[in-house]
């Protein structure tokens, strides 16, 4: 994988052309999911700009997909390089708590990918997808307890994730040894994890009764 702050920059950028290119003219409205994108981007720059003054950002609407596309892409330029720029300490604040500068780049990432995708479903194109999305597996990867944490659960031992890359790589998190597996296309992953599509219609594997009922925590 690319470094992570270099991907979110060339994502943001793929995003961007993707709605300018297909967005205009009669069909969905996209302004919603910009209006998402720039709280996201907001929260970012906060959490690296001043960090004593993290919090919810005040919600946000547009009026044209112009400007839409545009203040988020202020936005998000701004966030990607503070992100970039920030030391690795101290760590960054967050909704899950603090992160390094680059967890939180693969968090913002992820956002991309699950708007991205949702823009992509409304526009009735495929995005373009590498190995970027490397960074959101590991996102998910890390993040796989909050399903538990939701509903006040305790998360059993580690699972073994074998993830394949759009490049043909193969991709390995956790132990070898571990009995609880999800194998399968990395982005088939990545669109579960970010509840952009159910399991039955993707091409996941998951074994170990922990799996099992990790995907019915997660899908519910």
Known sequence: MADVFTDLQTETEALAELAERHGYGPGPDLTGHFARLTSTARLVRLSAENPGAFGVTPQISYDSLDEAIVTW???????NALLASAPAKPELPWSDGPLR?????????????????????????????????????????????????????????????????PSGTRWDFGPEEAGDRVTGPAEDFCLLV???????????????????EWLELLEN
């Open 194 to 212: 970010t509840g952009r599509r159910h399991a039955e219609d993707l091409g996941l594997t998951f074994s170990g009764g922990h799996t099992a």
């Open 101 to 165: 500068p680059s967890v939180l780049a693969a968090a913002a990432l992820t956002e991309l990918f699950a708007c991205g995708q949702d823009i992509a479903d409304a526009l009735g194109v495929q995005p373009r997808r590498d190995d970027a999305i490397g960074h959101v597996a590991y996102y998910g990867v890390r993040t796989r307890d909050r399903a538990y944490h939701r509903r006040q659960r305790t998360p059993p031992g580690q699972f073994r994730f074998e993830l394949l890359a």
């Open 73 to 79: 892409l202020i936005e998000q330029r701004k966030a």
